[in-house]
DNA sequence: CGTCTTTGACCCGCGC
DNA sequence: GCGCGGGTCAAAGACG
């Protein structure tokens, strides 16, 4: 898995077929879930990677996350978000970033836990959780967040 | 010896 | 208020 969160990101699913390079194809159309469970906060349109094709990121979108009511009156702050499911025995996956863990939750309703981790790059402000699916271990779920202000690796 | 994990405590908003 | 759920901190230890 390589791939740098900061490219092809857009801001809708409708502007993700406008993005050069990008191609919708039907197994990934089939393939979007819109997650709106008690897992990820907010609606997150996430990709699911067919088996064997988890080298290629093709496309992705951001979330306008709903400002935080922690962010109180103060200007909104609005984050990228975007998470994607893949088919992996293993949840450690080199992304080309250098990740701190930072964090570990039980989640309600799943046996399984939930991985906080923040990229170790001093003054970068991306995370990402990684958490087992529910109802298939065989997936797993990557949830970015933020945009990183330096190069990979 | 610096960096990363581990893990319980802590914080905060929300619903009751 | 209080408890709960989601998220984060930080002290202590592991590890190279």
Known sequence: MSYNSNQHLTTSESDLSEQPGFEFTDWMFDGWLNENSSTLTDSVMYPVYQ????????????????????DHGR??????????????EVEILDDGFKWRKYGKKMVKNSPNP????????????????????????????????????????
């Open 51 to 70: 088996e064997g094709e988890v080298d290629e990121f093709v496309g992705n979108t951001i979330q306008q996350a709903e400002p935080s009511s922690r």
């Open 114 to 153: 939930r991985n906080y981790y923040k990229c170790s790059v001093e003054g970068c402000p991306v995370k990402k959780r990684v958490e087992r699916d529910r109802e298939d271990p065989k997936y797993v779920i990557t949830t970015y967040e933020g945009v990183h202000t330096h190069e990979s690796s």
């Open 75 to 88: 200007e909104r702050e609005v984050r990228e978000r975007f998470a994607f499911k893949t088919k992996s």
